[in-house]
């Protein structure tokens, strides 16, 4: 394969460790879940894909109402993740986030 003319060269990157920072783990442990935010994590947690709100509601088995509220108020804790795709769907959050 011949190099391109013009273009950058390949960076190779370092895979990033990162520990839960205690601030994270304080925010976690003084605001405990509801068994709703719960199931809902633990569902997604174990899904190998994000899920959608439909999927969810079928796996953890709670009022439509109920889950959209937990699902606002687990992306609001950042606990979960809204995907951007065409039917919303959410994701698991690991604690590890970058620094500032």
């Known amino acids: 394969?011949?190099?391109?003319?013009?273009?950058?060269?390949?960076?190779?990157?370092?895979?990033?460790?990162?520990?839960?920072?205690?601030?994270?783990?304080?925010?976690t442990?003084?605001?405990?879940?509801?068994?709703?935010?719960a199931a809902v994590i633990e569902c997604l947690r174990t899904a190998a894909?994000?899920?959608?709100a439909k999927q969810l509601q079928s796996r953890v088995t709670c009022d439509p109402d109920v889950l959209e509220r937990t699902?606002?108020?687990?992306?609001?804790?950042?606990?979960?993740?809204?995907?951007?795709?065409?039917i919303p769907s959410y994701a698991y959050r690991s604690s590890c986030r970058p620094g500032p």
């Not at 442990?29 to 935010?37: D, K, N, V, W």
């Open 29 to 37: 442990a003084a605001s405990p879940l509801s068994a709703e935010e």
């Open 1 to 27: 394969m011949k190099p391109q003319k013009g273009g950058e060269p390949r960076l190779e990157r370092k895979p990033q460790i990162c520990a839960a920072r205690t601030e994270d783990l304080a925010v």
């Open 49 to 52: 894909i994000g899920l959608t």
């Open 71 to 86: 699902l606002e108020t687990l992306v609001e804790r950042e606990l979960v993740a809204r995907l951007n795709t065409i």
